[in-house]
T-cell receptor, first 114, second 114 residues
Framework: GESVGLHLPTLSVQEGDNSIINCAYS??????FIWYKQESGKGPQFIID?????DKRQGQRVTVLLNKTVKHLSLQIAATQPGDSAVYFC?????????????FGQGTILTVHP | KAGVTQTPRYLIKTRGQQVTLSCSPI?????VSWYQQTPGQGLQFLFE???????NKGNFPGRFSGRQFSNSRSEMNVSTLELGDSALYLC?????????????FGPGTRLTVL
């Protein structure tokens, strides 16, 4: 049968604004969460990670928040720049014997207008 | 340090053929994972190799197989290609299988099945 394409959520912001990208994860046993950025024609690039025993972690211009109660992850990008335009994925790792296995969310398209 | 390299970058095959994709991990990395990325299903885990052994496998038919060599380079093979196998195939390497180790992705091989 015909496959239905994923309709990725989109977020459109102005340069200099703050961006918030959300992700709902599926496995309550997941121990490790990562945000990736994927630009056109490239593989996913690591942005920031967070362990399940934390609820917030900050990097350069980025902050990740983890709410295990509702299985929700968010990525905040401060002072968004045109170079931040890309597809953003959250990924979870359940740990155990599955260290090399990441489960990805559907992705969010971020467009930054100059 | 060179990143993850994948060859070829683009490939066109016809239904029924088979294909082999190659991945060279970052020097010193011993774990290699493969993912399939399609508009319909997003990013999905195929399998992971460490020390020439498959550690984890995703939910893909037996037509998808892989292997890892003693130098950590990995190949994946898809036999009896179907139209639905058209996708971006991504390889990721990790120092060793550990929960908090970062996975570094290559640029991918774009496979088109006609």
């Amino acid at each position: 049968g015909e496959s239905v394409g994923l309709h990725l959520p989109t977020l459109s912001v102005q340069e200099g604004d703050n961006s918030i990208i959300n992700c709902a994860y599926s496995n309550s046993a997941s121990d490790y969460f990562i945000w990736y950025k994927q630009e056109s024609g490239k593989g996913p690039q690591f942005i920031i990670d967070i362990r399940s025993n934390m609820d917030k972690r900050q990097g350069q211009r980025v902050t990740v928040l983890l709410n295990k109660t509702v299985k929700h992850l968010s990525l905040q990008i401060a002072a968004t720049q045109p170079g931040d335009s890309a597809v953003y994925f959250c990924a979870e790792n359940a740990g155990g014997t599955s260290y090399g296995k990441l489960t990805f969310g559907q992705g969010t398209i971020l467009t930054v207008h100059p | 340090k060179a990143g993850v390299t994948q060859t070829p970058r683009y490939l066109i095959k016809t239904r029924g053929q088979q294909v082999t994709l190659s991945c060279s991990p970052i020097s010193g990395h011993r774990s290699v994972s493969w993912y399939q990325q399609t508009p319909g299903q997003g990013l999905q885990f195929l399998f992971e190799y460490f020390s020439e052994t498959q550690r984890n496998k995703g939910n893909f038919p037996g037509r998808f197989s892989g292997r890892q060599f003693s130098n950590s380079r990995s190949e994946m093979n898809v036999s009896t290609l179907e139209l639905g196998d058209s996708a971006l195939y991504l390889c990721a390497s990790m120092l060793e299988p550990s929960l908090y180790n970062e996975q570094f992705f290559g640029p991918g091989t774009r496979l088109t099945v006609l």
